[in-house]
């Protein structure tokens, strides 16, 4: 291996850039690396999402801060899962929880696959996800996930948070481990012979050179769409909403640690709480309302039609990059694509990107010789999560608006996510089609399966016929009771929050 000097440059910060640097800093700090963040005065960032999935922790592990020291600085609060409401309007199932799946599920998984299994065949059997989870019970009770020492299980769980006290959180983190910081706008990259970035330029004449160059520029992606014209692969066919409105409204005394996801008339609106405020957005297509009625009909939705609070608009491309490192640049967070911020991917991608070009740059001997691989790979969990949410419009049961309905009937789907969809509908065990199809990269089994029996993908109510003892080899009544007595360990998410504070 080299032990030549290499120069980083990060352009952009926002959560995605200090994560970046606080990942390489890590990895890279002893071994000859200088890494240095430059961030524009003049350019907003875009702070889209406020949640996360539960590798967000393992993050926070990994750079050694602990939940005492940023959960307080970024308004935090603890998310154990989603729950979707108004996406189905099928009785029974207008309500559900996506769960973030931890040690105690496992002993109830096999009862929710074998119900819902069965249920499939037209059996009359609970299967419905939200009577087998703990996260359910959890959110039911508003209880903190952190696990007392005496509870010999782990629980999974993400976080809400302040994206922008994040962003500004991981900075002076960063800056600990030897992150350069530079205020300076750059006006443009200079490319080699070879099509290499060979030089950044500022506004104000600088020339900043390094060896290997992040585009962590948001949706403009500076460098990897604008300087070395990688293609933009679009994914506005099956996923049809371009456009966000954002509210804050007051907290509530007390709050269940979960994202709400309703849907609305042409898209669906997120409630995120924060132990200051709620974070609220609703996400449409402008292809089927315009931005003032979508306001409008958020506002309502909010109770805010008379309030002069002011809103925030946001517009977005969903898609990918063709190459998410190419030459010697790699692109994070939102210059590398977009998915909508359903299932709150977003961050998550942004570690597995990192962290999966360190392992590549290391293996080939900081050069490229890893670089197909690695881009596939990335490809790969890109569109196995547009999969995901794309299946949540598709299979959605509501027909109120002319979205609804042609999101519904909607062909422009992968071949992947059809295979699912056909395997599902035929009464088969999707685990192998999952694996076949290389989904489970990103969401595994019990995700879809909680997707499609939550939405109540499943043979109308009169079509069911009684079991017979075989299939009623799981008492939902023991299972309630094991999450119930599980659920007792936990103190309440207020007070285990407000410990947080009083460190």
Known sequence: MSSQRKKIIILGGGTAG????????NHWQDKGFEITLVESPDIGIIGVGEGSTPPLKGFMETIGVSEAEWMPACNATYKVGITFRDWSVKPGFTEYVHPFVGQPDQFTIPAFFHNSFLRRKGVELEGHPDHFFLATEMIRQKLSPVAPENFPFEIAYGYHFDSGLLGQFLRRVAETKGVHYKVATVAGAMLDAQGNIDHLKTTDGEVLKADLYVDSSGF????????????????????????????????????????????????????????????????????????????????????????????????????????????????????????????????????????????????????????????????????AVRDYIVCHYRISSRTDTDYWIVNGANEKISPSLRSILMSWMAGKNITDELLDQKLDVYFPNVSWNCLLTGKGIYPDQEQLRPGNELAHKYKMEEIREFNRRCALNFMSHMDQLNQLRMG
């Open 18 to 25: 200090w994560i970046t640097a606080n990942l390489m800093a």
């Open 220 to 383: 403009r992606g500076s460098l990897i769409q604008q300087s070395l014209k990688v293609p933009f692969i679009s994914s506005a066919e099956s996923l049809f909403n371009d456009s966000a409105v954002v509210f804050a409204t007051d907290q509530e005394k007390e709050y269940a640690p979960h994202t709400i996801s309703t849907a609305m008339k042409y898209g669906w609106a997120w409630k995120i709480p924060l132990t200051n405020r709620n974070g609220n957005g609703y996400v449409y297509s402008s292809r089927f309302v315009d931005d003032d009625k979508a306001e409008t009909e958020f506002r309502a939705h909010l109770g805010l039609l008379n309030s002069d609070v002011e809103a925030r608009r946001l517009k977005f491309k969903v898609g990918r990059v063709a190459q998410h490192w190419a030459k010697n640049c790699l692109a994070v967070g939102l210059s590398q694509g977009f998915i909508e911020p359903l299932e709150a991917t977003a961050l998550d991608m942004v570690q597995e990107t990192v962290v999966r070009f360190i392992e590549a740059y290391n293996n080939g001997d900081h050069t490229d010789k890893f670089r197909d691989d690695f881009n596939n790979r990335i490809s790969a969990r890109f569109d």
